[in-house]
């Protein structure tokens, strides 16, 4: 007869519960699965100060790199006080171009600089908490943040969360060396850092802790979320001394749900995976074919002069996309759908051709803008079969399974949505199936993710 591979008692929980009396069961505090030990990162009063710490820092960081994009933004385009496409749209084309290049030579400048002194520690989040110590240097991650949001501000096709997101995990390392915790428990300190970055600088404390412990900590057992939803609550509240609280994604229907879209979920999700496992490929390979040494000293600039030329037809393409994804979501007709379908194509291009030239950048906002405007596409052709649907409605589904599947986090992703609109939820049944299909064809085709493919590459010694 076979042993039991493990034993209850291996999944008592440490330290034990205050209270020593047992209830009649016998069976110990905490045999459910997702309640055991804390490990190897156990979660001290020292830990918990440290969440209260990095939580606080991580929401004033957000603050200041939101401060630094909007002023950014404000000098290259003018007034943003009704939103940065319409700031851009008001811009000459020439002035646009013009912005771009002397941003790709500042932001060039500043990484060559930054990446010759490599001596003062690692900024890239997910290898260090991953594989490494999860030790980070402020310094460098400072640096680099500042260039991502002046970038950004000045039309980049990258995303804005790269700079909290570093910047929480940054600090979440210096206080974790200052406290004197162990290597687990500064790991998942500066996951929770990091995932809280994200969640307070778009609101979505929620999407944030899962982005900790499904994606950056890779456990959803009590030990690590509890910690995420700590950290990433208290940075989101504390975030709302300057950044509004709303959704991201404001006046958006609460579409009612239909039939059409359960079935439209089925059919899309596979091809959505399909086309996200393309989509990372790409941004892999334009990640370890990176511009690097001297050649920073002018690639940015090209290449976001590139990026200006082609957003003279297309000036939603500046910037992190959130606005493609705004239009999507609350497009209830067809007429605009021949731009999304040419969004849903250059978005993911200009993206990996920022990235390629060298520069630092998120990738959440342009990767969900991507799968607004692909869904709004995929949406307009299943409206030909199964007409009545809003096109917006399509939209959301899309964009949820791309990111889903694109950042091999459908949990993550479902939030996210749902954060992000506050009206999504009517629609949580097909964004549930389109997102797992979509998650589960990435996963089988290749199983890489925006993040795993853009990873440091390893000697074969180091495997």
Known sequence: MDEPESSPMDRLRQPAPLIRRRIPSARGATEQPNAVGDGDAPLTVRFWLMVLATGVATGLLGVAMMVLLKGVATLAFGDQSSGFLSSVQHASSVRRIVVLVVA???????WYLLRRFKHWGSTDVDDEIWTGSATLSFRRSLGTSVLSEVVVGAGASLG?????????????????????????QRRLLVACGAGA??????NVPL??????????????ALPAILPALATSGIATVVAWVYLPIRPTYDAVPA?????????????AGPVIGVISAGYVRMIGWVSHHQL???????????????????????????GNGQDIAQDAFVTTTGWTILAFAALAVLKPVMTALCLGSGATGGLFTPTLASGAALGAVLGAGWSLLVPGQPIGSYALIGATAMIGAAMQTPLAALALVVELTH????????????TMLATLVTRYLDGYS??????????????
């Open 292 to 318: 690097k040494g001297r050649r920073l000293l002018i690639g940015p600039a090209i290449a976001f002069g590139v990026l200006g030329v082609v957003a003279i037809a297309y000036p939603q393409l500046l």
């Open 255 to 267: 579409y009612p749900v239909n039939m059409s879209h359960v079935f439209f979920a089925i059919v």
């Open 197 to 202: 970055g994200m969640g307070a600088v778009y």
């Open 160 to 184: 804005r969360e790269a700079a909290p997101k570093l910047l929480g995990a940054a600090a979440a390392s210096l206080f974790s060396r200052w406290a004197g915790l162990s290597v687990g």
């Open 207 to 220: 999407g944030g802790a899962l982005i900790t412990a499904e994606l950056l900590y890779g456990s959803l």
């Open 450 to 463: 925006i993040y795993s493919s853009r990873l440091p590459a390893q000697s074969p010694l180091s495997h």
């Open 104 to 110: 790709g030579l500042v932001g060039g400048a500043g």
């Open 423 to 434: 009206t999504a939820d009517t629609l949580i049944v097909p964004m549930v199936i389109a």
